[in-house]
Antibody, heavy 129, light 110 residues
Framework: QVQLQESGPGLVKPSQTLSLTCTVS??????????WSWIRQPAGKGLEYIGR???????IYNPSLKSRVTISVDTSKNQFSLRLSSVTAADTAVYYC?????????????????????WGQGTMVTVSS | QSALTQPASVSGSPGQSITISCTGT?????????VSWYQQHPGKAPKLMIY???KRPSGVSSRFSGSKSGNTASLTISGLQAEDEADYYC??????????FGGGTKLTVL
């Protein structure tokens, strides 16, 4: 059974860097079978895609966050991480990590992300002084 | 990238069917068959209900079905049950290799 667990500080000061880690159990990040993603949700609002990483391909970020976001992977620890710099109150949200299933696109032959099939429970991060 | 458009709320009585729409553009919903739907109960993580427009993951009730026409995808829930009351989000792969979500729809079972 695959499980994802987010961890990191629940409180970050404005202008500092938010850092979160997602620990994966029951699956190997180095298998290359899946993509791994971060998504956030401000209180009472909808979901926002942050970005994804794939051990056999490029890391893709939401253009609106691209200048501040870094997603990395540590296959030795079976973890992937999120760093978001220069945070403001607008970055206050529940942050989820998720596994993204992939499929081979019929038209292009490329292996593309399909859907967020397994989610962590989420971790609340508040940006405040 | 703009969020996909969903109705803010829908409602139905137990046993009835409801449909939630999700409208995007030719750069996302209309351009790819990688539309998925998620159910989220209060305080819980989202759960995948439909992927690739109309496929159901193992364990998801057959009462949930998905479809797409042009730039609009739809989620239909038949035989509404009290446990279906939740927020529902659509999502689509996009032409810039990212994902975009809908604003969410609150389903109330009367």
């Amino acid at each position: 059974q695959v499980q994802l667990q987010e961890s990191g500080p629940g409180l970050v000061k404005p202008s500092q860097t938010l850092s979160l880690t997602c620990t994966v159990s029951g699956d190997s990040l180095s298998s290359g079978s899946f993509f791994w993603s971060w998504i956030r949700q401000p209180a009472g609002k909808g979901l926002e895609y942050i970005g994804r990483i794939y051990t056999s391909g490029p890391t893709i970020y939401n253009p609106s966050l691209k200048s501040r976001v870094t997603i990395s992977v540590d296959t030795s620890k079976n973890q992937f991480s999120l760093r978001l710099s220069s945070v403001t109150a607008a970055d206050t949200a529940v942050y989820y990590c998720a596994r993204v299933s992939g499929t081979t696109d019929i038209l292009t032959g490329y292996y593309v992300p399909d859907a967020f099939d397994i989610w962590g429970q989420g971790t609340m991060v508040t940006v405040s002084s | 990238q703009s969020a996909l458009t969903q109705p803010a709320s829908v409602s139905g009585s137990p046993g009835q069917s409801i449909t939630i729409s999700c409208t995007g553009t030719s750069s996302d919903v209309g351009g790819y068959n990688y539309v998925s739907w998620y159910q989220q109960h209060p305080g819980k993580a989202p759960k995948l209900m439909i992927y690739d427009v109309s496929k159901r993951p193992s364990g998801v009730s057959s009462r949930f079905s998905g479809s797409k026409s042009g730039n609009t995808a739809s989620l239909t829930i038949s035989g509404l049950q009290a446990e279906d009351e939740a927020d529902y989000y659509c999502s689509s792969y996009t032409s810039i290799s990212t994902w975009v979500f809908g604003g969410g729809t609150k389903l109330t079972v009367l």
